[in-house]
């Protein structure tokens, strides 16, 4: 399954690159269960309520998933190894998220869809 039929389903799913995957896969297990691992992808219980698009040729794109136990914010990076930050609210995410960049934008993602940060 792709990133956009999970996300069609409502499901979490992250596609893991090598030199972060234990870090991501780490971040997804403080605030979710991983249910499947086929490959590099990797599903888990949650749903993805922002999806955001690169800039900088930096940053690919990043979303943030609402989870059992708190939030997860993924970040595919263009260079360098993607990252991923969780936080029990959305404010406590953001506050987490090294990239004042990411933040910025997805702090107006959230307030779009009328999510309280």
Request: charged content about 25%; hydrophobic content about 40%; some cysteine.
């Amino acid at each position: 399954m792709d990133k956009i039929e999970a996300a069609r389903h409502g499901q979490g799913f992250i596609q893991l690159e090598d030199d972060s995957a234990a870090q991501v896969r780490q971040a997804i297990e403080q605030v979710s269960t991983i249910t499947a691992t086929e490959g590099n992808q990797v599903a888990f219980e949650g749903r993805r309520i922002i999806e955001g698009h690169g800039f900088a040729l930096q940053v690919n794109c990043f979303d943030i998933f609402e989870c059992p136990r708190g939030y997860l914010l993924h970040v595919y990076m263009d260079r360098g190894p993607n990252w991923a930050v969780t936080g029990k609210t959305l404010a406590e995410l953001l506050n987490r998220a090294p990239d004042s960049r990411v933040v910025k934008r997805a702090r107006g993602l959230l307030v779009q869809k009328n999510l309280r940060v």
